[in-house]
């Protein structure tokens, strides 16, 4: 849901807003935007080639108003997605425009989409903090998308929310994303829950769901069941809100028309189910130690977690970007529960066995592991 064209824009927020399920607008920023290149997005607009998704920077605040006019209100909040690991100039013209509400993360919108240094990224999003009066929803807990243990995810969704709250911004919420095992995940989401609890106790919060982030089934019925069961999930595990895909997702950007029915598909899906109990095996704990070890190293959450990382308490599976340690490993057992190979220098249990690291051909099994399992039910079904 990001244009290039004001008007087109528009008519999408109006269409997400009169869906026939409660939603929340957003907005997406294009890939020059996010990567603070604000003359080639200029230039693009210049000379009619499209951008994959709006230019907020680039609009003067007045385009973005006429934008809002009528759309965004109390009913029907706004939200800015951009994926900048310096979201300085996202975040004053977003307010500029009138809106409050974005996302990201100081470690989320650094480590899989830039080769910025950590240390400028927690400096960036330290200043925008600061300047910042609205919600911020952290992206930790979908870090690199797939193949992430959950109480990493957990904990660095939770860190991030405190970072957000050390430099005073007051409303947040805390994301977690869909992974391999239903039940692995309410539990995660659960633990995020407590957690927040515990570490954010003057915060206005709540826990957000993405759907699945990895590679998606092709079939369409295969990725509307993927989606229904993201919905079930997020009401089984109490999350507040649900980030839906559609189903064009393994084959190109989607249209409005697609993003609106994923929508009210997933309100349909969700609303009357609950479920089984959540039952922990630990992800809790797992959680925990990792969060309270970086806390333990500096008042300061942006310095703590600069620190974790230099020493490799923090450590993300198949992460490349220079400042991860790039140690622990993970992979998918014959459950499907997301377990730790290797876990480096990370104050997390172990693996009891020893298990080979993923090769190309096993990495490959299990990024596509998910979409084949739907895409086998739907051919199952006949």
Known sequence: MGMDSPEVMRAGLLAVKNADAPTVGTITVDSYTRV??????????????????????????????????????????????????????VFRALTAA?????????????LPYSRRPLR???????????EFDGHLETFGGCMM??????????????LEAVFFRHHGVRSVSLSYTQQTNADQDAEAITALRALAARFLPDVDWHVVLYAYMGVFPGTPTGARLLMADAARLAVRAGARRIIVKTVAEAHRIPTVAENVA??????????PWTGPPVVDTGVLAEATRLVEAVLELSDDPGAALLDAFRRGLLDVPFCLHPDNAGAARSHVDAHGWLRWSTVGAMPVEAPRRTTEPLGSTGLLTALNRVAQSYDSAVATLG
């Open 36 to 89: 603070g290149d604000h003359e080639a997005a200029r230039a693009a607009l210049r000379s009619g080639v499209g951008l994959n998704g709006y230019p907020i920077v680039t609009h003067d605040a007045a385009t973005t108003r006429a934008v809002l006019d009528g759309v965004a209100d109390a009913d029907f909040p706004v939200q800015v997605r951009h994926g900048s690991a310096d979201p300085r100039a």
């Open 262 to 271: 994923a929508l009210e598909d997933a309100a349909r899906a969700g609303v």
């Open 120 to 130: 400028d990224s927690v400096a960036h999003w330290s200043e925008a903090c600061e």
């Open 145 to 158: 998308g797939q193949l992430c243990p959950p109480g990493l995810l957990v904990a660095l969704s939770l």
């Open 98 to 110: 009138g809106l409050d509400a974005t996302e990201g993360g100081p470690v989320s919108y650094c």
